[in-house]
């Protein structure tokens, strides 16, 4: 297996967001490569190189490319393939936990650039946004320099190095809400509307940004396209397991002795990333973690050698989201960290639909209740209901999210909730009466 660090070689370089140290180390020649490719060319080299969303989905991206309606040879083209096509980035890094792509574009804007620049030929685009979560001044204010260095420098503007390839590249701030990671709440609040998500279908690659084809994808997916033109679709493949391959940024935060960000292949183990950490503080033990942030059920010790690729993850009970591993040891409440996620939904809630604007406020009102020690043995039915009507009813992933915590902690440490019932309640657990559906 090739070795990593890949995506994060450059973080160690002097000023190593400047241009020139991008192009001392090899930057840009990816781009160059790509303009001597045709479009499908490098569709295909994607899609062979098996490179998936890593915004929390895991969408091939080379798929999600190639659904881009395009003109066909010869003909007037009509409909979506008529229209503009734009991409547009999603760096609104928003979940709990997450914290690989600030960090991206703090160290190596130059690097999601430049995948811009090739993910807007590859799908035929001739300008794109990169929308920037709006607290993250300091992102943004660095992505404007890195987009001015790359218009002066010529790999964007006007006939792109004798291309006759245009490309005009815009930063854009957020508003600084949550939802706004969702993609078609990101294009609403691109379009100066308030960010709430639309139904898909259609999805954005055929009616997104004002209607018209839009890619939307993450910054490190964007960041990992350079290293597949240059490296090849082979070389990406070998990192990791076949489905879901490449190098990967793990952020690991909480009870760890060194947090932050660790680069390694697909299907790396917690094991193996607690180790690089430096393991969970002295004298203590893990009790619980998020293989993807606060949206993805919890895991134990018992998932420490699940490899942490987006199948396996879900073939063990989570979701590899965005691989954000928040460690929690047995000086943490579960239940106390599950309403903290809890009231970040219910805050972050858009509002648009019932069942999670409701369903998370009323979660919060039965988690406090239960942590403050007035908890009824009801209350643990009440919580998994108010889950079952939120779970697959709700408008979009975020609504689903917020029970993630909530089942996965009663799933693995329903003591710790009985736990927190006064005496005479704990007497009448398992009584209590059925809800009605
Ligand atoms: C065209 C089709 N395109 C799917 C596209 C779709 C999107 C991508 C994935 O949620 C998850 C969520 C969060 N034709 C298509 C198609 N697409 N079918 O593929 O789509 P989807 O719906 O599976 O996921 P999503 O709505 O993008 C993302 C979880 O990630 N998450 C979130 C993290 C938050 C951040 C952040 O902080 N910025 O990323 C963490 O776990 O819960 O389940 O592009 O258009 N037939
Ligand atoms: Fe809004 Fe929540 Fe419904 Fe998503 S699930 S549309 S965030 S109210």
């Known amino acids: ?163 006759g390839f245009d490309l005009d590249v815009v930063v854009h701030a957020g508003a600084g809400a949550y939802i706004c990671g969702e993609e078609t709440a990101l294009l609403d609040s691109l379009e100066g509307r308030r960010g709430q998500p639309r139904l898909k279908p259609p999805f954005p690659a055929v009616a997104g940004l004002y209607g018209a084809p839009t890619v939307v994808n993450n910054v490190e997916t964007l960041a990992s396209v350079p290293f597949v033109v240059r490296g090849g679709s082979a070389w990406f493949k070998e990192f990791g397991p076949e489905k879901s391959p490449g190098p990967k940024i793990y952020s690991l935060s909480g009870r760890v002795v060194h947090p932050g960000q660790y680069e390694a292949p697909m299907g790396t183990t917690m094991r193996e990333l607690l180790a690089m950490a430096g393991g969970v503080r002295p004298g203590h033990e893990l009790k619980f973690w998020t293989p993807g942030g606060s949206s993805t059920p919890y895991f134990t010790p018992e998932h420490l050698d699940v490899p942490l690729d987006f199948d396996s993850v879900a073939a063990a009970g989570s ?79 975020l609504g689903d999210g917020a029970t993630s915590c909530i089942a996965s902690s009663l799933k693995y440490f329903r003591d710790d909730y009985v736990a927190l019932l006064p005496a005479d309640e704990q007497g009448r657990l398992g009584r209590t009466l059925k809800l009605e559906p």
């Open 319 to 397: 979701m590899l989201g965005t691989t954000a591993l928040m460690v929690f040891d047995e000086t943490d409440s579960i239940v106390e960290a599950t309403l903290r996620f809890t009231e970040f939904y219910a805050h972050e809630s858009c509002g648009k639909c019932t069942p999670c604007r409701e369903g998370t406020y009323w979660l919060v009102q039965i988690l406090e209740r239960l942590v403050a020690g007035h908890g009824t043995a009801r209350d643990l039915d009440l919580l998994t209901d108010t889950c079952d009507n939120i779970l697959g009813r709700s408008f979009c992933a």
């Open 1 to 163: 297996m090739p070795l990593t660090p890949v995506l994060t070689v450059r973080y160690a370089e002097e000023r190593s967001w400047t241009i020139e140290t991008y192009e001392r180390t090899e930057g840009y020649s990816a781009w160059r490569t790509a303009l001597g490719m045709t479009p499908d060319e490098l569709v295909t080299l994607v899609k062979d190189s098996g490179l998936r969303g890593r915004g929390g989905a895991g969408f091939p991206t080379g798929m999600k490319w190639s659904f881009i309606p395009q003109p066909k040879p010869g003909e007037t083209p009509t409909g979506p393939a008529a229209k503009p096509k734009y991409l547009v980035v999603n760096a609104d890094e928003g979940e709990p936990g997450t914290c690989k792509d600030l960090p991206l574009m703090m160290a190596d804007p130059h690097g999601l650039v430049e995948g811009v620049a090739i993910a807007s030929y590859a799908i035929r685009c001739h300008y794109a946004v990169i929308y920037v979560r709006g607290e993250a001044v300091h992102a943004h204010r660095r992505l404007q320099a890195a987009v001015a260095e790359a218009y002066a420098a010529g790999h964007l503007g006007r006939d792109v190095h004798g291309s």
